[in-house]
């Protein structure tokens, strides 16, 4: 069931007709995100962690995490990826088990440390990525954070080349963290070569832009999760004033 799972995950990253992921925090809205016609689920760290009532960065225990996975692998029929930063500090092997026991059907890799944000040696992240393949085989759709633009050199020949490289170590898709630029975007996955996810945030181009583009997965990150806790604290603030919060 997991291997069909994965198999449909990785046949629908589509350049040109991406894979949109309004990334879910919790039972109840990845219950949203499927009863709203969308055919998978991704889950963000981020977004789960503060649900957890920890920090991002691997501050959120490894069992807590995966818990949190299997909680919305039960609810929902179509497919999971779950972001799962970067490991954890778990061996391949580990991680694999932990999240096909967790009925994950994909899962985000990160390659800077989340606690330092420094980036990890190209080779020693493809050998990771390899081993994380290697374990999984077909039953996993690997999708790996390229985190150049974010705490590199911010150069495109940086990020081509760790997401080639990351590619060819078994990876199903490459996630550059990419500034929001359409030129950049555009000419970063026609050097890639193979499917590339675009995080959607202010100033993005808009979702027909992005498959114009030849981007295969857009993502929304803790995006979502913050627009709610916003409104919901809206809605907190409205009662501490006398006021109803439906009005």
């Given at each position: 069931m997991t291997t069909d799972k994965?198999?449909?995950?990785?046949?629908l990253h589509v350049p040109g007709n991406p894979l949109v992921l309004p990334n879910a925090w919790d039972a109840a809205s990845a219950r949203a995100v499927q009863e709203a016609g969308?055919?998978?689920?991704?889950?963000?760290?981020?977004?789960?962690?503060?649900?957890?009532?920890?920090e991002d960065g691997e501050q959120t225990p490894v069992a807590e995490m995966m818990a949190a996975v299997a909680r919305i692998t039960r609810v929902?029929?179509?497919?999971?990826?779950?972001?799962?930063?970067?490991?954890y500090g778990l061996?391949?092997?580990e991680l694999v088990e932990r999240l096909l026991t967790a009925g994950a059907a994909g899962c985000n890799l990160e390659d800077s440390d989340p606690r330092t944000h420094v980036l990890m040696d190209v080779e020693a992240q493809a050998e990771f990525l390899a081993d994380v393949r290697a374990a999984a085989g077909p039953a996993l759709v690997i999708n790996a954070r390229v985190d150049t633009y974010l705490y590199g050199d911010r150069t495109r020949e940086a990020a081509v080349t760790r997401a080639r490289r990351y590619l060819e170590a078994g990876a199903d898709c490459v996630y550059p963290i990419v500034l929001g630029d359409a030129e950049e975007i555009g000419a970063l996955v026609s050097e890639v070569g193979g499917p590339v996810n675009v995080l959607f945030r202010p100033g993005v181009p808009d979702l027909a832009r992005l498959a114009e583009l030849g981007v295969a997965r857009v993502s929304y990150g803790g995006g979502l999760h913050r627009a709610a806790y916003e409104?919901?604290?809206?809605?907190?603030?409205?009662i501490d004033e006398g006021r109803s919060p439906y009005e």
């Open positions: 994965a198999a449909l995950l990785r046949a969308f055919p998978v689920i991704a889950t963000g760290s981020a977004a789960v962690s503060q649900v957890l009532g920890y929902v029929d179509v497919p999971v990826t779950a972001d799962v930063e970067r490991g061996k391949p092997a409104y919901a604290r809206g809605l907190i603030q409205a």
